[in-house]
């Protein structure tokens, strides 16, 4: 069983929909969560980060946690054409401070 | 402020030959992660570099190597390169204090013939 788990789409929705994004995972030591966007040939971009168990909301993103699950999520409300990229899930506990990343939710908005 | 920029964008090189990538981290940052990203798959963890020394390394053999320089900046070395070496290769940096939140670099896309 891999470590992070998420479901690699692709998903394709309509401009405006609410989108949702998540990632499972087995070790229990992940206390940080984050969430990043990668355009095709470019780097990954930190959208949200989230320590332990909990909401955050950011414009129109809000990341969950919920440990005693091991499940995470990224919703986006209002979704654009822009948002058209692959969303990484990526969990870190420990000391080395290394990121171990899911495969990655490939997402089209369509307008 | 400066980004993370990573040098070159792209790199073709033989089966059996070495390869250098070089990194610069963002301004401030005294951490410097590399992590390799196959087509379709999410980054993989290579290692990290914390005030010149390896602090951490991942599933990957010897023949990945890397360096700190005093700067903060950083290269990655392969050697013997093999056809599942080629990806894109991504360096990530982060704060002082230590933070999980790293910021990434574009990526050097390497092809392996």
């Known amino acids: 069983q891999k470590e992070v788990e998420q479901d690699p789409g692709p998903l394709s929705v309509p401009e405006g929909a609410i989108v949702s994004l998540n990632c499972t995972y087995s070790n229990s030591a992940f206390q940080y969560f984050m969430w990043y966007r990668q355009y095709s040939r470019k780097g990954p971009e930190l959208l949200m980060y989230?320590?332990?168990?909990g909401n955050k909301e950011d414009g129109r993103f809000t990341a969950q946690v919920d440990k005693s699950s091991k499940y995470i999520s990224l919703f986006i409300r209002d979704s654009q054409p822009s948002d058209s990229a692959t969303y990484l899930c990526?969990?870190?506990?420990?000391?080395?401070?290394?990121?171990?990343f899911g495969k990655g939710t490939l997402l089209t908005v369509n307008p | 402020e400066t980004g993370v920029t990573q040098s070159p964008t792209h790199l073709i090189k033989t089966r059996g030959q070495q390869v250098t990538l070089r990194c610069s981290s963002q301004?401030?940052?005294?951490?410097v992660s590399w992590y390799q990203q196959a087509l379709g798959q999410g980054p993989q963890f290579i290692f990290q570099?914390?005030?010149?020394?390896?602090?951490g390394r991942g599933n990957f053999p010897p023949r990945f190597s890397g360096l700190q320089f005093p700067n903060y900046s950083s290269e990655l070395n392969v050697n013997a390169l093999e056809l599942d070496d080629s990806a894109l290769y991504l360096c990530?940096?982060?704060?002082?204090?230590?933070?999980?939140?790293?910021?990434f670099g574009p990526g050097t896309r390497l092809t392996v013939t």
């Open positions: 570099y914390y005030r010149e020394e390896e602090n």
């Open positions: 301004s401030g940052h005294n951490t």
């Open positions: 990530a940096s982060s704060l002082p204090s230590g933070t999980y939140e790293q910021y």
């Open positions: 990526a969990m870190s506990g420990g000391s080395n401070y290394k990121l171990t």
């Open positions: 989230t320590y332990s168990s």
